[in-house]
């Protein structure tokens, strides 16, 4: 039967040269090579043949299965149409048994944009591996950080500042002395190395009433998004749950400065002030404004309310009430016994506060150069923003700003679905579907994803044929988005409509912890290399200041602390211009199409 097959196959010219190359790991098939053709001769008849850990879209109504004797690396040979389909090298005659079991797998199996060959044994990715410290208790701070004070008879004073970062995945906090001028950015998980030592993940516990930052209980994920999301004019689940993860961070806070600099404000009254960033679109909404400045009041004196030792449902219920009646007026009301006044508490847009630690640590020829552009891609969103800089009165202006679900947690969730609709539903893959399922859905995840998605499953090679997921959520997406940012400025602020040279070489700002990844950090050269946008970036660091500097860190690392280190800065930019604030040009002036119009290729 061996020899009949191979004489049908030969027959049919589906028997390659004996030259032919493995497939490489990773590569594109183009949508002309796809794998049936409509034109098919009575001489050339579809040939249907399964394999396991291998597919492509199948042809009904084939004559011959069959079946390999082993799981050896197929060859690469030509089929009618001139798709490369993967045969085993040996095979065997299949029994009527195994030949019905294989045609209704067959029948069950999607038309998939990938194919599959299995190389080896699966395995986890590595950076999917449940690791021991990933599932050890948190640490508590030896204080728990509920008290400002470290004395009750102090003998100097100094003022803190609190920047922090509410991040969708991961939140960062920089303690600053404002006087001593000593910036300490906050060790969440000092047994960890590297950046995962300043990160806390932005999900909250949920057990007996009680909200805990880990151990057992229902995990509460997308904290922010949800607020955020929310229609409701005053929400109030999703606030008591961005509440109380606040004020757990805020007292871990505390209590880890506490802890390590006990020595140096022991004597010290301590009087202490907090930022918290918000996104730059956001800011531009009065009411997410009022939102937010409400959640970090209510979240900072929670966090100092020694009557609640434990954050508890009815505690965070009680601070929500009370911040409707602190600031229901346009002129908040201070309310006695708390440790944070209104006036205490500040909202800043993230790019603002990033801008400011540029600003104090930069030389930068603000006068010929004033306008920039920042990209900062979060696990859960992509800020974009073009703005111009006046240093001489302190002043931000923007003339764009956008933010979409486009971050590197969601680029992960689109993979994971991508591959999941393309992998069969059949036994052989049960492993891979169990996994794929087990990392769908990491909010709260501080660590990176793969580069690229063939990376996801090891012991299996990802040939992409049509619809790489990667490219379509760049295109279609990221760099639309980008796209869009820049013409929102040109198309309704007048900023480098055709023939200026406004924005030829302006820098870019490229951050956050997604910006690693190279669907994102390749965007310099796509805005580069876009005909007829009339724009053009050169790509820069952001600073590490003195300070930080001093301690060790690195060029290639500050992006992740920028915001919560430029919301703690006293001093800055005193005035900023939304831009809704900024005046529409009238559109009478914009004649140009292609100052109208943003293809896919523009960007």
């Known amino acids: 039967m061996g020899n009949q097959l191979s004489e049908a196959l030969k027959a049919s010219g589906l028997i390659g040269s004996k030259k032919d190359s493995p497939a490489k790991k990773s590569r594109e098939v183009s949508r002309s090579d796809a794998i049936s053709s409509n034109k098919k001769s009575p001489a050339q008849r579809p040939i249907q043949i399964s394999i396991p850990f ?3 879209r199948e042809d009904k109504g084939g004559s011959i299965v069959a079946v390999p004797i082993q799981p050896l690396r197929p060859k690469v040979i030509n089929d009618l149409a001139g798709t490369k389909v993967k045969l085993p090298s040996t095979y ?3 029994s009527t048994a195994e030949r019905a079991s294989i045609t209704k797998e067959s029948s069950n199996r999607a038309i998939s944009d990938f194919l599959l060959e299995n190389i080896e044994e699966f395995q986890p990715h590595h950076l999917f591996r449940i690791q021991p410290v990933d599932q050890a208790e948190v640490v508590e701070p030896t204080s728990f950080g509920i008290h400002r004070q470290l004395s009750v008879n102090p003998q100097d004073a100094t003022d803190l500042i ?3 970062d509410f991040g969708t995945s991961a939140t960062k906090v920089v303690i600053r002395d404002v006087y001593a001028r000593n910036v300490f950015p906050v060790e969440f998980n000092p047994d960890t190395v590297g950046l995962e030592r300043f990160l ?5 516990r949920f057990c007996d009433g009680i909200f805990t930052l880990s151990g057992k209980g229902e995990q509460l994920n997308d904290l922010k998004l949800a607020l955020l999301d929310c229609k409701a004019a005053f929400p109030v689940t999703e606030f008591n749950r ?3 993860f606040l004020a757990l961070t805020i007292r871990k806070a505390r209590g880890w400065f506490f802890s390590t600099h006990e020595a140096v404000y022991r004597n010290h009254q301590l009087n202490w002030f907090i930022n918290v960033g918000l996104a730059a679109r956001s800011y531009q909404d009065d009411g997410k404004v009022h939102l937010f400045r409400r959640l970090a009041w209510a979240a900072s004196n929670l966090a100092a309310d020694s009557r609640f030792p434990h954050i508890s449902e009815e505690a965070v219920d009680k601070y929500r009430e009370l911040s409707l009646i602190a600031f229901s007026n346009n002129v908040p009301i201070e309310i006695s016994g708390m440790e944070f006044a209104p006036i205490d508490v500040g909202v800043i847009p993230e790019v603002a506060a990033q801008i400011q630690g540029f600003m104090t640590s930069a030389r930068w020829d603000w006068k010929n150069r004033p306008i920039m552009m920042l990209v900062d891609v979060g696990a859960g969103t992509v800020d974009t923003a073009l703005f111009h800089v006046n240093p001489s009165d302190k002043k931000l202006t923007f003339y764009s700003s956008r933010v979409e679900s486009f971050g590197a947690m969601n680029l992960h969730r689109e993979r994971v679905s991508w591959l999941v609709k393309g992998i069969p539903k059949a036994i052989e893959f ?3 579907h169990d ?9 709260g995840r501080v660590k990176a994803i793969p580069s690229e998605v063939e990376e996801y499953l090891p012991g299996y090679c990802i040939h992409i044929k049509k619809n790489n997921i990667d490219k379509d959520f760049q295109v279609y997406k990221y760099r639309a988005q980008v796209a869009g940012s820049i013409n929102d400025a040109k198309l309704y602020k007048g900023v480098g409509t055709k023939g200026s040279q406004q924005l030829i070489g302006i820098p870019l700002l490229l951050c956050g912890g997604g910006s690693r990844l190279p669907i994102y950090s390749t965007i310099q050269n796509q805005i580069n290399g876009s005909l007829g946008l009339n724009v053009s970036v050169e790509k820069t660091l952001m600073p590490v200041p003195i300070e930080l500097k001093d301690n060790g860190w690195r060029l290639e690392e500050f992006d992740r ?3 919560a280190y430029g919301l703690s800065l006293q001093q800055g930019l005193e005035k900023i211009v939304r831009a809704v604030e900024v005046p529409d040009i009238a559109r009478s002036k914009v004649s140009e199409a292609s100052e109208r119009y943003v293809s896919k290729d523009q960007c």
């Open 54 to 56: 291998t597919w492509d």
């Open 92 to 94: 065997k005659s299949a």
């Open 162 to 164: 609190i920047g922090l």
């Open 200 to 204: 806390q993940a932005s999900c909250i």
């Open 242 to 244: 961005c509440c109380a």
């Open 430 to 432: 049960t492993r891979v």
């Open 435 to 443: 996994y794929l399922q087990s990392i769908a859905l990491p909010t």
């Open 561 to 563: 602390i920028s915001v």
